[in-house]
């Protein structure tokens, strides 16, 4: 959890514009539900047809969650690169 509250972090520091952060956000939330989701339907599964379903669902709402975490990093460090290359070119 504690990675997950450092992207958190980063992501409300980022310099991404209100809209895009909200739909960023939205984006997350929604990702991280379903994961939720996903982990109680298969802690209350007792089919064994049941559970191979719900270990594909749960495995496929995490790895959904940890795109979505990696895209929104991806775009603050591109973000941040481009800001420090604007820095750079108003000093010269």
Known sequence: MGQITRWWNYFW???????????????ILRA???????NRYFQEA????????????????ERKYMYILEQ??????KSKTEQNNNNKDEVN
């Open 32 to 38: 991280k539900d379903e994961w939720e989701y996903a």
């Open 72 to 77: 929104v990093r991806v775009r603050d460090e």
């Open 46 to 61: 007792i089919d064994p047809e049941i559970i191979d379903i719900a270990i594909f669902q749960l495995d496929a709402a």
């Open 13 to 27: 520091q980022s310099f991404f514009v209100t809209e895009e952060k909200d739909e960023l956000m939205g984006n």
